[in-house]
């Protein structure tokens, strides 16, 4: 890769703090979102696609003739998308055929080959017909399984943690992160704790197996990922579709922050931690724009 490529313009993404929500926390207290839309495939995605492509070709494991293959609810299928474009690799995805229209045409946009499966089976149902796709023609596909692959978390062990302790002087006392495949938390957590001690790690769920926050998982009803520590985060917080709708529109309309879904549902975890403590740096991961989800419900009560 060359320094001028897409791939030179992943990360380093902006901290951005929130000014109008924290309005009645003590002033040593400080709220930061890190906003991960300015990646080159608008989400935080981009951080381990990049590290599972460039790995598997480093590895030999994508010649010409073989098909990139993983499944998604969106986001990452979108990464992988934009990245393999960029490297004339042929990549296919596996998703829900409910995942929004906006995924859907972006995907397609850039090339993606799509298998659409049953909305019932969600993405843990994408995932089973990918590794039944893989394990029918191996020689075809190159099957990436992100909630496995281990360059998932390490793309944020070498490049979200270092950039967070960088960004904040060393000053972070608080991570906040939603949970999803887990890589986000898993290798940004992982270098925080071994850099920085103190730093308290806030794992965000859903409340609920039924719930609204799409990209976030419910690890007590899910197949967990098999990247997945759990003794590594400090804590949980739960997290309801409401209260994570509401606050999409508060950092739309409070903080100028068009985000997604998931995003909202780590700021209401974040301001929760943010209000049981007398000063701190509290960094929330913000992983999309809300550019996405235009069609969904949450913009309807205004």
């Known amino acids: 890769m060359s320094d001028q490529d897409l791939w030179s313009t992943i990360g380093n993404t902006p901290l951005i703090r929130l000014q109008h929500l924290t309005k009645d926390l003590p002033a040593a207290v400080e709220v930061y979102g890190k906003a991960e839309w300015f990646n080159p495939g608008g989400s935080v995605k981009d951080r381990p696609a990049a590290a599972i492509l460039s790995t598997a070709l480093s590895n030999g494991l994508l010649s010409e003739d073989r098909v990139f293959l993983d499944s998604t609810s969106g986001n990452m299928g979108i990464s992988y998308a934009t990245l393999g474009a960029a490297l004339g690799i042929r ?3 596996v998703i829900p055929s409910n995942a929004g229209p906006e995924r859907l045409t972006i995907l397609r946009a ?6 659409l499966t049953d909305p019932l089976e969600g993405s843990e149902g994408a995932r089973v017909v990918a590794a039944e796709m893989a394990a029918k023609n191996p020689d075809l ?9 281990p360059a998932n978390w390490q793309a944020h062990y070498l490049t979200t943690g270092p950039e ?3 960004q904040t002087h060393g000053r972070i006392t608080h991570f906040v992160a939603g949970l999803g495949t887990t890589g986000t938390m898993m290798g940004t957590g992982q270098y925080l704790k071994e850099t920085l001690p103190d730093v308290h790690l806030v794992a965000v769920q859903p409340e609920g197996p039924m719930h609204g926050l799409e990209g976030l998982k419910h690890l007590p009803t899910s197949d967990v990922p098999e990247i997945y520590s759990p003794t590594l985060p400090n804590e949980s917080v739960y997290v309801n579709t409401e209260e994570a709708y509401d606050m999409v529109r508060r950092l739309g309309k409070e903080e100028g922050l068009f985000v997604g879904i998931s995003a909202g549902a780590a700021v209401v975890a974040a301001l929760k931690q943010a209000k049981q403590i007398e000063s701190g740096v509290v960094v929330v991961l913000l992983p999309d724009s809300g550019m996405k989800y235009i069609h969904q419900p949450v913009w309807n009560a205004q």
């Open 91 to 93: 990549v296919h995805i």
């Open 110 to 115: 850039l090339g993606a080959e799509l298998t």
């Open 141 to 149: 596909y190159y099957y990436a399984n992100q909630y496995s692959n």
């Open 164 to 166: 967070i302790a960088t």
